[in-house]
């Protein structure tokens, strides 16, 4: 088997022409999992795949992330073959915030009779969840209020912090290994974000080696940040993983 993280989008909010940052997990060239959706991703997504994903992680409840949503209800609730089957992995603590962000509005559909999560397959979640035989590990990062924004990693191949300062902690006791580590990362971090001087003094050098900066402001920045020495993605870019490792024993 070989595994890919494939980056939809890599910009930072504002950063438009970058895309909303997302990503999906191929396995075998074959998608497995997509994490976020944010305004333009489903679209990426279709231009990708031609067709919706059969699994999506949402790591917090910016629109940014979670944008496209109403979109792929849409797609889900009127395509009889695909509706109720695309498992949406959220942590229980995001439920009520992305029930009041895409799912409360009045009327889902103008001829009412539905609920907004009868088109999707909804799966709380807490510490992970299994997917497809993989342990995934969902931990808490920091974005704003604290329990509002999760990362995910699979053991051994990646680990994906969404938007987030640095969270040393968590890449030491879920991403330790051979994992390669998405992260947040922008030239000059703010109390939202990482940047360049927080990876620099908060991270070991053997860390800084895997990671691959995403969620950067513009062109110029990615390239500024690759000028100091770093990876970084690129919306479109496939990179290779590790394969994961064998669930731990306290997985599930
Ligand atoms: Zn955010």
């Given at each position: 088997m070989n595994w890919n993280l494939h980056f939809l989008g890599v910009g930072a909010a504002h950063a438009v022409e970058l895309g909303s940052s997302s990503a999906v997990l191929e396995r075998d060239g074959a998608p497995l999992l997509l994490i976020d959706c944010g305004p333009d991703t489903l679209d990426r997504y279709v231009a990708a795949y031609g067709d919706v994903p059969p699994a999506l992680f949402i790591t917090h409840t910016h629109m940014d992330h979670v944008g496209g949503m109403e979109r792929l209800f849409f797609r889900l609730w009127f395509d009889e073959a695909r509706r109720g089957r695309t498992r949406l992995f959220v942590h229980a603590a995001l439920m009520s915030w992305l029930q009041a962000r895409?799912?409360?509005?009045?009327?889902?559909?103008?001829?009412?009779?539905?609920?907004?999560?009868?088109?999707f397959q909804l799966i709380p979640c807490h510490r992970g969840f299994w997917l497809d035989g993989q342990w995934f590990d969902v931990f808490p990062t920091r974005?704003?209020?604290?329990?509002?924004s999760f990362g995910l990693a699979l053991g051994g191949s990646f680990a994906y912090t969404g938007?987030?300062?640095?969270?040393p902690e968590m890449l030491a006791r879920?991403?330790?290994?051979?994992e390669l580590v998405a992260h947040d990362c922008g030239l000059v971090g703010n109390p939202s974000h990482t940047g360049i001087d927080d990876i620099e003094r908060e991270y070991p050098q053997a860390l800084r080696g895997r990671l691959r900066l995403y969620?950067?402001?513009?062109v110029a920045d990615g390239a500024a940040l690759a000028a100091r020495g770093y990876a970084i993605a690129a919306a479109g870019e496939r990179i290779a993983l590790p394969p994961p490792a064998a669930p731990r024993p306290d997985a599930g």
């Open positions: 895409v799912a409360d509005y009045p009327g889902v559909l103008a001829e009412g009779g539905v609920n907004f999560w009868e088109a974005h704003h209020l604290p329990q509002t938007d987030t300062r640095p969270v879920y991403a330790a290994g051979t969620h950067y402001g513009s």
